[in-house]
């Protein structure tokens, strides 16, 4: 539960971002993982259309923003 709780103090500007433990490490501090395929846009909107494909909701950046407001 505690890392529920770190990440619910995120704010917006870490959005996009991937969160875990250390490299080689299962427990811990979280640290934003820097792995070139986790930056690479293409990437993030493949997963993105997967998503959506499989849930079928398209939820956009600025609905998720009105929803938090």
Same mark, same amino acid.
């Given at each position: =539960? &505690? &890392?529920?709780?770190? +990440?619910?103090?995120?704010?917006?500007?870490? @959005?996009? $971002?991937?969160? =875990?433990?250390?490299?080689?490490?299962?427990?811990?501090?979280?640290? =934003? $993982? &820097?792995?070139?395929?986790?930056?690479?846009?293409?990437?993030?909107? +493949? +997963?993105?259309?997967?998503?959506?494909?499989?849930?079928?909701?398209?939820?956009?950046?600025?609905? @998720?923003? &009105? +929803?938090?407001?």
């Amino acid at each position: =539960a &505690r &890392r529920y709780l770190q +990440a619910s103090e995120f704010g917006t500007d870490v @959005s996009g $971002q991937f969160f =875990a433990s250390a490299q080689g490490k299962f427990s811990g501090p979280i640290e =934003a $993982q &820097r792995h070139p395929h986790l930056l690479d846009g293409a990437n993030q909107e +493949a +997963a993105w259309q997967a998503v959506v494909n499989v849930s079928g909701v398209n939820w956009s950046y600025t609905e @998720s923003l &009105r +929803a938090v407001s």
